[in-house]
C-alpha cells in the first residue's frame, strides 16, 4: 500500500497537514476495512467482474483506459482514489476525485452492440460504486473477520458522503439493497471474453510478482465466490473458478497476517499519525483504540455526515 501516495503526479501526503480530517472518520468500518489488502484485492477483482457484466462499462473501461496495455497500473490507480477518500485530507480527496470526473467526463461510446455510453451516467456511476463497497465489505468479512451486521449497515451508511462527490446519487445502505440493484441491471448481464481475459491477468501474478502464483490463482476464485449466483451464471464462470480448501485457508492466514502487520508507511498508518494517533492505531483492539481516540480529543466517527 506504500504505492498508494502519488495519483497522475500529484504527490499524497497521509500524513500531512496535522489534524486535517478526512471524511471518515479513524473508528469508522471502512478505516477497519481499507487497511487489509487481501480484503482490498479480493474485493476490488469482485468489483470489477461485476462492473464488466454490463457491457456499457466493459466498454468503457476496455476501450477508453490502459487496461489493455498496463491493467495493473489502471488497477492501482483506481486503488488510490479509493484510499484517499477514506484516508486522505479532505482537499486531496477532493482534488482526486475532481481529477477523476474530469477524466470521466471524457468517456463515452457505443457497446459493441451499439448502444450509447457514457461514463457519467447517473445509473452506471451508481452500479460502479455498489461494487466497489460490496466487493470490499464481503471480501473482508469472507476472508479475515467477520463483520456484524450492525457494523455492516453502518459501512453501507459511511460510504455515501464520498460517494456522493463522484456524482453518485444512489448508494445502497444494506446488502439487499445492493441485491436489490443488481436485480434491476440484470437483464443486461452477458459473458464476454474480456472477463476471461481479465481474470487471466489477475491470475498471472503481474500485481505482485514476489508472491507465489497459487495465491493469486486463489485471489482470482475468492472474487469469484463472492459474485452472487445470478452474476456468476450470467458470466459464465464454471467450476474452474471454484474456491478450493487450499485457496479459503491461504487467503485467510494471509488476510490474518495482514491485519496484525502494520505498513507504517502505509496511508492507513500515516493517517493516524496525522490525526494525533499511534501509527498501529488501526492494528490495537477495540478497547484500546477506544481509549486512544479519547485521549487524542477526537469524536466519534459520524457515519451519516454531510461532505460540504
Known amino acids: 500500500m506504500t504505492e498508494m501516495t502519488s495519483y497522475l503526479g500529484w504527490t499524497l501526503d497521509y500524513a500531512n497537514p496535522p489534524g486535517a480530517p478526512a471524511f471518515l472518520g479513524p473508528d469508522s468500518v471502512h478505516w477497519r476495512i481499507y487497511k487489509n489488502p487481501i480484503a482490498l484485492a479480493v474485493g476490488g477483482v469482485a468489483a470489477v467482474l461485476l462492473e464488466f457484466a454490463d457491457a456499457r462499462i466493459r466498454s468503457g473501461v476496455w476501450d477508453h483506459s490502459t487496461y489493455k496495455v498496463d491493467p495493473i497500473g489502471r488497477s492501482k490507480r483506481t486503488g488510490v ?37 457514457k461514463a457519467l451516467d447517473p445509473e452506471l456511476l451508481d452500479w460502479v460504486s455498489a461494487t466497489a463497497a460490496y466487493g470490499f465489505l464481503n471480501a473482508y468479512d469472507r476472508f479475515v ?20 462527490l463522484y456524482g453518485v446519487q444512489h448508494s445502497p445502505t444494506s446488502n439487499a439493497d ?72 491461504a487467503l485467510r492466514a494471509a488476510g490474518a497476517v495482514a491485519e496484525r502487520t502494520p505498513d507504517l508507511n502505509s496511508p492507513p498508518c500515516q493517517a493516524s499519525v496525522r490525526l494525533g494517533l499511534p501509527a498501529t492505531f488501526l492494528y490495537q483492539s477495540r478497547a484500546t483504540q477506544a481509549r486512544m481516540l479519547a485521549k487524542a480529543g477526537l469524536p466519534k466517527a459520524d457515519a451519516e455526515m454531510a461532505v460540504a
Not at 477518500?85 to 468517456?107: K, L
Not at 473477520?145 to 460517494?163: H, I, L, M, N, T
Open 178 to 249: 445492493f441485491m436489490a440493484m443488481m436485480d434491476k441491471l440484470a437483464p443486461r448481464f452477458e459473458p464476454h471474453p474480456i472477463v476471461g481475459e481479465f481474470l487471466g491477468i489477475i491470475q498471472s501474478g503481474q500485481a505482485a510478482p514476489g508472491a507465489p502464483k497459487a495465491l493469486h490463482r486463489a485471489l482470482a476464485r475468492a472474487s469469484v465466490s463472492l459474485l452472487p449466483p445470478l452474476v456468476r451464471d450470467r458470466l459464465q464462470l464454471g467450476r474452474e473458478y471454484d474456491l478450493t480448501l487450499f485457496d479459503k485457508l
Open 81 to 117: 482514489a479509493a484510499m484517499v477518500g477514506v484516508y486522505g485530507p479532505q482537499a486531496a480527496a477532493r482534488r482526486v476525485i475532481q481529477g477523476v470526473t474530469n477524466m470521466h467526463a471524457r468517456v463515452n461510446g457505443e457497446t459493441p452492440k451499439g448502444e450509447a455510453y
Open 145 to 164: 473477520a467477520k463483520v456484524s451486521e450492525a457494523d455492516q449497515a453502518r459501512f453501507w451508511r459511511e460510504g455515501a458522503p464520498v460517494a456522493k
